[in-house]
């Protein structure tokens, strides 16, 4: 059963997003987007990822908390920098940061967790997966924004994913 259905919650998203996009529920949309649904996972379960195993469920509750409050202090700053432009532009500016992380879904959580703060880029993960660029919408301290950052959000997902 799991050959036929690898996604059964992928399959029902599909076949509802395709009804959707289509805004039609006619049976021959409704028989494309079952065809789409049913085979979609089965051609691309290869490509998935294995899952990930969480070590440390409440190290994660804790990021999911600092990284919405980082969102929230963060969301004043880029307005607060916004509206005193005029008198101090800010310093933007491309920033290296040296990875410890190599866990793939850990890297992804990592890209997320960047892009969701307000005046950071994830831009470029190294081949080797040794360092990150980002982009950083006011950067005062490089060094300290370096080591926030590690302690911040690298440190914890080492914890929840790699150790």
């Known amino acids: 059963m799991k050959k036929l259905f690898p996604a059964p919650l992928l399959s029902a998203a599909l076949i509802v997003m395709w009804l959707v996009l289509n805004r039609s529920l006619s049976a021959g ?12 996972p089965i051609l691309f379960e290869p490509l998935r990822p294995g899952r990930p195993r969480i070590r440390h469920p409440l190290v994660l509750a804790r990021l999911i908390m600092n990284v919405g409050y980082d969102v929230l202090l963060s969301n004043i700053e880029v307005i607060r920098g ?30 997320t967790i960047t ?3 307000p005046g950071t880029v994830w831009c470029e993960l190294a081949r080797d997966g040794s360092s990150v ?21 690298e440190a914890p997902l080492l914890k929840i994913f790699e150790s």
């Open 115 to 117: 892009t969701v703060v």
């Open 29 to 40: 949309q409704i028989i494309l987007a079952v065809v789409f649904g049913l085979l979609m």
């Open 133 to 153: 660029m980002l982009h950083v919408w006011d950067l005062i301290d490089e060094e300290a924004f370096i080591a926030h950052f590690k302690e911040r959000y």
């Open 82 to 111: 916004v509206l005193r432009s005029e008198q101090r532009p800010p310093n933007s500016c491309f920033v290296v940061i040296p990875l410890d992380l190599r866990d793939t879904a850990s890297l992804a959580a990592l890209s």
